[in-house]
């Protein structure tokens, strides 16, 4: 129900590890929090033979005027859709609409959300050279920090 309402994002090209290259429709809807505003963007295939109503979600919130921080990651989409790496070609284009650099939560051991296979996503991001990690804090950038790694 909340994508008929989300504000379209943008169209997002991403390449799957079994080489398919699908094209996602992204949405996004904005929610005021006396926290820190966050944004909540949802994607789906544009692909004509997709016609469910799951979809991917990810969430950011705002830390400062520079700074998002990555609340939650969720992949509902048929499997044919997983392994796509949505969240690596998501982040930078939220960096850039945003003007923001952009972290992820700590991993679960140090309190926070970020599970094992967000975790995967970031390392992934790191190898590409599209984040860094800061070991002292438990947490990776987008865009890296220069002559970091994971």
């Not at 094209?23 to 926290?35: A, H, N, Y």
């Not at 509902?76 to 790496?85: D, I, N, S, V």
């Not at 995967?120 to 438990?138: C, H, N, Q």
Request: include cysteine; glycine fraction near 6%.
């Amino acid at each position: 129900m909340v994508w008929e309402f989300a504000s379209h994002f943008m169209h997002l090209h991403c390449v799957c590890k079994n080489g398919d290259q699908p094209i996602f429709e992204v949405r996004v809807e904005g929610v005021p929090d006396p926290e820190g505003d966050a944004w909540f963007y949802y994607g789906r295939p544009s692909a004509a033979e997709y016609n469910g109503s799951k979809e991917y979600f990810a969430s950011f919130k705002k830390i400062d005027a520079r700074l998002l921080q990555v609340e939650a990651l969720k992949n509902e989409l048929p499997k044919r859709y997983r392994g796509c790496c949505i969240t690596c070609a998501l982040i930078p284009h939220v960096a850039a609409h945003h003007q923001a650099r952009i972290r992820s939560s700590r991993s679960l051991a140090n309190g926070e959300l970020r599970t094992e296979a967000a975790t995967r996503t970031w390392r992934r991001m790191v190898r590409e050279g599209l984040a860094s990690y800061e070991p002292t804090e438990d947490r990776f950038y987008h865009p890296p920090f220069s002559g970091r790694d994971a």
